[in-house]
């Protein structure tokens, strides 16, 4: 026998939108949720609610999936029953739209698009998703601008400052395969960083574990610490710029917070620009070379293509900005080897 929704304490909802009220809701997890994080999910469901609420009642225990207190990043599988507690309507926010130019500024940054996939060359400045006083990323900016697309959701992310390549799944079912393929480490991450000094260690494997910390006023900073989780970067130089900076290619194995920038600065090389981990003297050193913003940059992705499993390739360009400091650089360095000879 089937059950009925007049046995439960509250209503019972599909995984469609659930709308705030004063009772408890259950919801149901379907074909379309699997292997969806709980925080997501959530977001989603509830789309009038501010994000900073969804994350508090999960903290305060009081969502459940199959009466069990559960995690930001628990993942869903079909038939889950998700608990949402009463979520009042003082709770809503006024709707807001990403602005015209935010909308337009995204779109032209797409790199490739299929059915299943939209990859975007994100620029430096712009956050993947609102939140921590923005009101929009990238994604809320291609929601916006492409409405038909209704279940567009960030297969990773990047640090705001950190530009290049960024995944977006158009559909669940392509979520679910590329969110594998992540946990699995079967996606190859390739970086492009102007790190600061002359670097002298060869190609190098760092594999430091890393715990985050949350400051005062919710600044996230990450460290090595022997109680973090494992994350793995392999480092190696491309060019060098005298003692002055090394431009390298990292490959990532792990995608963890902060990640690159903490390897590099705890092996004496932090990356150029970066204001948290960075080096003071030399990014002051490097704005004379036109150096504004991180030098990082999320240049290559390859993974499997959902559905047919056919290899898949994309690079991001550098921006003509990046690219500018290289010149600047390399300039000064030519000439300096010349005075030398």
Known sequence: MSKSSSSLPASHETSAAVTPGKGVSYVEANEGDVGQRLDNYLMRVLKTVPKSHVYRVVR???VR???KRAKPETRLALGDRVRIPPLHMEDKPVRATPSHSLQQFIT???LFEDKDILIVNKPAGVAVHGGSGLAFGVIEALRAARPELTELELVHRLDRDTSGVLLIAKRRAALRELHAAFREREMTKRYL???????ELGSKRIELPLLTNQKQGGERMVRVHPDGVSALSIFVPQQKFGKLATLMAIEIGTGRTHQIRV???YAGHPVAGDEKYGDKSGNEALREYGLKRMFLHAHTLEFARPGTG????ITAPLSDELNSVLANLK???TRRNKQEL
């Open 263 to 265: 390897h590099a600065a």
């Open 60 to 62: 305060k225990g009081e």
């Open 331 to 333: 300039k000064v360095s």
């Open 193 to 199: 960083a102007l790190v600061c000094g002359r670097w």
């Open 310 to 313: 056919e290899p898949f390739s």
């Open 65 to 67: 999936v199959n009466g």
């Open 108 to 110: 032209d940054a797409i």
